[in-house]
């Protein structure tokens, strides 16, 4: 088990932020938005040091505009690395939140317009170690103590509810560790982990599950098997740089079976795999339609902090993650290209993993290549589950846990949930891992009620 007691800074107080920055309010079709801008501590360890800046929308339905006796929900993006939904108008759960709740939807530390952290802005910290110590502080508990820091400016003091999808799960289980005072319910979407597996451990159960996903998808759309086949010999064989610079190789083909995750994934990658191919002069090629398609699902551009610090955000003791995903790759030969075609197997796709060949493929992250070494190597990662504080918890708690979902280990999210004391959960096959986008508001309706002990 882990030693809190010996890791002092989870045990800090967390100081409100300054005062927000000018915000500015607008409508869309049922709704009335808030942009908010806040500055809190780069290290909350260190209150007058260094500052960044956060961005958060706030957004409540145009009818309840007025009222100012609403509940404030926070909403936490999966990821790491995403910045909130840029939603249009009230789809998906938002439009339930939105019957009860003033929502914000932040954008956590380093994302969307939060101070953004990537190749082009990382070099203002110096060089590829600079880099490295500063996205330490880019974790799950960082951004915990940021929404402690904003809320009393949000909210008067007051606790508020959090909404927190797949990372934005890992983070409110950081929440109830460190600041359950801050949080009058906890709602889980596909985000339960294990409070104690190392990188490895995350990786040894993911690569199973995957080639399950994979195996379903070859069931529904039998011609993909040879499809896939077709495109990875393709790649084995030829030099295949796509628009922008994104250098397509067999791995990174594998790795669209990310895809096989949501709801709609496996049909949005068949009609993928169908075109991508064109006849031109010199022979088949692969087509302009597919290239741009798949760079667009590829590239990190959008999103670089989900490949520097994904691995980090499993890091809880003296041990280095060191490529958790390329070294247990290795132990599921099924994986590997090369040996898959030279016999007659279906091609495996992968999934929710990040190797170090990704940073020689993508000019969004080949200037960072030795910074996410850097962090790979890193040991002495502290905590970012208190068991003790989880057992005795006393917030209305409740989690989806979409069985056989593809990102996040069904066993691990169960396992965590005996571990919270009242936590309740709803298992459902009904749903792929975001499945509180796809359901409407059915899974945060859920949910609440399940806290709420309704059901």
């Avoid at 501590?41 to 209150?47: A, G, I, N, R």
């Avoid at 790759?329 to 060949?357: K, N, Q, S, V, Y």
Wanted: aromatic share 8%.
């Amino acid at each position: 088990m882990l030693n809190w007691g010996t890791h002092r800074r989870f045990t800090r107080t967390i100081r409100p932020s300054r005062e927000p920055l000018l915000s500015v309010s607008y409508r869309q079709p049922g709704v009335v938005l808030t942009d908010r801008r806040f500055t809190v501590p780069l290290d909350h360890d260190d209150p007058a040091g260094e500052t960044i800046e956060l961005f958060a929308r706030e957004v409540v339905a145009s009818d309840r505009a007025h009222r100012d006796d609403l509940p404030w929900l926070l909403y936490l993006q999966g990821g790491p690395g995403f910045g909130a939904n840029r939603f249009v108008g009230r789809p998906a759960w938002l439009g339930r939140a939105l019957e009860e709740f003033r929502v914000l939807l932040l954008d956590q530390r380093g994302t969307g317009a939060s101070t953004p952290a990537n190749r082009q802005t990382l070099p203002l910290r110096g060089g590829p170690a600079e880099q490295a110590e500063h996205l330490a502080l880019f974790r799950a508990d960082s951004i915990v103590r940021d929404c402690e820091a904003v809320r009393p400016q949000v909210t008067g003091g007051a606790p508020w509810t959090v909404l927190g999808q797949s990372f934005g799960g890992f983070c409110t289980l950081t929440y109830l560790s460190l600041a359950p005072e801050g949080l009058e319910t906890a709602l889980i979407t596909g985000g339960l982990p294990s409070l104690d597996a190392h990188a490895d451990d995350v990786y040894r159960a993911a690569y199973p599950r995957v080639a399950r996903k994979v195996a379903a998808h070859y069931h529904r759309y039998p011609q993909d098997v040879e499809r896939a086949r077709r495109i990875a010999e393709h790649l084995l064989t030829h030099d295949v740089v796509l628009p922008g610079g994104y250098r397509l190789t067999a791995q990174a083909f594998q790795s669209l079976g990310l895809m096989l995750g949501s709801g709609d994934g496996s049909h949005r990658l068949h009609f993928l795999l169908e075109d991508a191919f064109v006849r031109a002069p010199g022979g088949s090629e692969l087509s302009d339609s597919f290239q741009e398609q798949v760079r667009a699902l590829l590239s990190f551009a959008g999103n670089p902090l989900y490949a520097l610090v994904h691995e980090a955000i499993y890091g809880q003791d003296s041990r280095p993650t060191a490529w958790a995903a390329e070294r247990v790759r290795a132990e599921f030969p099924g994986f590997d290209a090369e040996r898959t075609l030279a016999g007659d197997a279906p091609l495996l796709f992968t999934g929710e993993t990040i190797h170090p060949w990704m940073f020689d493929c993508d000019p969004a992250l080949r200037p960072l290549r030795e910074t996410a070494e850097l962090l790979a190597a890193r040991t002495g990662w502290t905590p970012l589950y208190d068991p003790a504080r989880l057992a005795a918890n006393e917030v209305p708690a409740a989690a989806a846990v979409y069985h056989d979902d593809m990102y996040v280990e069904t066993s691990h999210s169960l396992a965590t949930a005996r571990a919270v004391r009242g936590l309740r959960t709803w298992v459902t096959d009904e749903f792929e891992h975001d499945g509180v986008r796809t359901g409407g508001p059915r899974v945060l309706d859920r949910l609440l009620a399940l806290a709420r002990d309704e059901v």
